[in-house]
């Protein structure tokens, strides 16, 4: 998985730098994007099941 840099993070709102050749959301090719990476590092760090 590509990183992606935080720049604020609190209990309502996480900020992220987007990587440079990475969608911002899912599209039809199914290639990874921003979105759904922020959401699986939600997941890990707050320990999370199911939707984010």
Sequence with gaps: ???F???YEDN???VVEKPI??????DK???LDLLT????YLK??????GNV
Excluded: A, G
């Excluded at 050749?21 to 899912?26: A, D, G, P, R, Y």
């Excluded at 890990?44 to 099941?49: A, G, I, R």
């Design 29 to 31: 090719t199914n290639d």
């Design 1 to 3: 998985m590509i990183n």
């Design 44 to 49: 890990y760090k707050y320990y999370k099941p």
């Design 37 to 40: 990476m922020v959401k699986e």
């Design 21 to 26: 050749n990475i969608l911002s959301q899912k």
């Design 5 to 7: 840099k935080i720049l």
């Design 12 to 14: 309502h709102l996480i």
